[in-house]
């Protein structure tokens, strides 16, 4: 089924527009009380849900949001106004059970098309549209909402269309009243002042559930400084100019969002679900998305922009033995590894294909010399600028709603669910002096610094110098070089020891100082040859050995608190469902977006073993909290009664890791998960949880282990 705005004659002959919800081979001719302007090849042949396409017999395609015939300024900007509304409700759909209200921003450059100072209401044209598309889009989400969304129903029913939008202008500094271009003083009897006040100075108002101002229209809202961390959704009422860029605008939008509790929403697990800016476009804006990537770009000119032999030969990377430069010849081996590959292109750009490769896990082997140091020569690469590092803008219109099915209300998931569904907190407790004894042996044993050192290069110009010789830096041809070390080599710099290390493990300055006080005046002394390098390893060492001692003493205390089932379609709308699976037939979801091919293959394997009940891709709401940040499991799976040892699972997939700093925060989550489950299957008597990290279907059925015959 599809919704169509098509022209209807009416029984008084009068021709008018509507919203209809047709279906396959639908006419609109039919349908339009037989108008001539559908009369050729306009039975609906095709509706995509996927990509949100209707095909009409005559071959026309028409895609979401798109206008076609007699198609005025004026139908655009009400396309605009409806698609502003439908994104918002969308949004405030997903988050209204987090606390966070979603505001709109309508960006106008007539301040008459919305505040019209000669109409009795002082209602301009937008503000009537506004509540015309408003009035229709409430009475359908209305008509939609589950029965399990009551809360939100409640909140969206109580909501006048007439209250719910709002404007602010300029202001007059010295009346500090708004001012109306057209009229002037006649604008000091409007309300809008109490409008200004509520949007530009009472945020905290604002953002409350009970002001009813959602949607805000502005003419001045880059001029007047305002700023609002909850806009979710942009609209662009007005013709693209000159004098305001693209990032400007959309800066407006890119803030992270706060809750009713006035706490940022940057939890790293959801940080990226949650604060989602919608821009819709008007017309002049079709090639949006272009200008603002080409913004961006131009904004990044300090960085480098080719992968070229010359750029990674001198580049520092530390080896066991100390810093070292990248040679010409590893250079030169880093350079045709990205050709090889197709990580580079005939300019020596960086493509998106190493970038995919790098997020899946799965580039390509480093040449064996280079190997032992790739940690560090993929951050060298990484430095290079690439245009597939630019934030990606996505057709907001091809994402889909997933919404649970069946398989959720099954017993056995529900059981599952009722033995993993508590919040916890964590507590470590551990001696401080037993901490410094461990840190001191260890710093003792590992610590190695080394020392500074420069290099004095002696040359001589040569004769007869070009031009091109002066451009290519070859004028000069070196004699001689010296390098200097250990103590005659000293940093005047001044460094804040104890407050650095403190910083970086997380220790107070006290414990910091009876750490240092406690090891070898040899190691220490180390400290004058290279400060920089032995505050990096110290802190390495001690944070070390802190992670260990945490994990060895950390307690899970469960709470009274469970999560709620919101968390399982709180993040729901704005999937990507290019990435999504067949529809599945096992999961409590129809579809499930998968991160990378191992998942891909868990999931094949998890749809079709016949000893799988139900299983579910955990929401990333669902966090078990840790020393090193929050921590969400993958997978939660429910096995066949009598098939398997372990009925209930909960599973960690993982392939390779391309960061070795990443790798040490992953393996202290999962050991920190391990005490968490160890802690809730002690309070079960039977059919405890079972944790696990499995690389494939297969392994997770070696960890379960089949049932005794």
Known sequence: MARLEIEVKLASGEIKRQLRRLEFRDDLFAESGELDQYRDGFTISQIDARNDTVEFA?????????????????????????????????????LFAQGIKVLSLFFIDEVMKYRDYAQPDEKGEYARVFEEEYELLKAEYLAELAIDNDAYRKHLAGIDAAKTHNGYFSIDKKTNRLKDPAVGARSVDSDDVDAYDLILKDKERLLSFAEPTR?????????????????????????????????????????????????????????????????????????????????????????????????????TITTDAGPVEITPAMAKQIYR??????????????????????EAGTLAALPDELKAHADQIFQIIDSVFSDAQLPKVEDGRKPKTNPLNENFEKKEFQELWRRINQKAVYRVEFDSEELVRKCVSALDSQLRVTPLQYTVQAGIQGDGLTDEQLKAGDGFALTGSTTERGGSVHSLVKYDLLGKIAENTELTRKTVAEILTGIQNSVFGQFKENPEHFIAEASRIIAEQKATMVIERLAYDGLAEHYDVDIFTANQTGQDFSKASAKLKRHVYDYVVTDSDIERKFVDGLDTASDVVVYAKLPRG?????????????????????SVKHIYFVAETKGTMSSMKLREIEKTKIACARKFFD???????????????????EKLMDVVGRAAA
């Open 622 to 642: 669902f966090l078990i909290p840790t020393p090193v940040g929050d921590y969400n499991p993958d997978w939660a799976i429910s096995f066949k009664e009598g």
């Open 337 to 358: 590894y990205l050709l090889k590959n197709d990580y580079s292109d005939d300019a020596d750009q960086i493509t998106e294909a190493y970038h995919q490769a790098k």
């Open 215 to 315: 949607f805000i229209f502005s003419h001045s809202a880059l001029r007047e400084g305002w700023d609002n961390p909850n806009v979710f959704v942009m609209c662009m009422l007005k013709h693209s100019d000159n004098t305001v860029s693209r990032r400007q605008e959309v800066g407006r939008g890119l803030r992270l969002s706060v809750d009713q509790h006035g706490d940022r929403m940057d939890n790293p697990a959801v940080v990226h679900d949650i604060n989602v800016l919608t821009v819709v476009a008007s017309e002049s804006y079709k090639n949006f998305v272009a200008g603002l990537q080409k913004e961006i770009a131009d904004t990044l000119t300090s960085r480098p922009r080719k992968a070229t032999e010359a750029y990674f030969a001198g580049k």
């Open 58 to 94: 005559n071959g026309l395609v028409l895609r979401a949001g798109e206008a076609t015939g007699d198609v005025s300024e004026r139908d655009i900007r009400r396309i605009q106004i409806r698609e502003t509304i439908k994104a918002h409700l969308d949004k405030e759909k997903q």
């Open 679 to 697: 802690e809730i299957g002690r309070r079960v008597s039977e059919d405890r949880i079972k944790y696990d990290v499995v690389t494939s279907y």
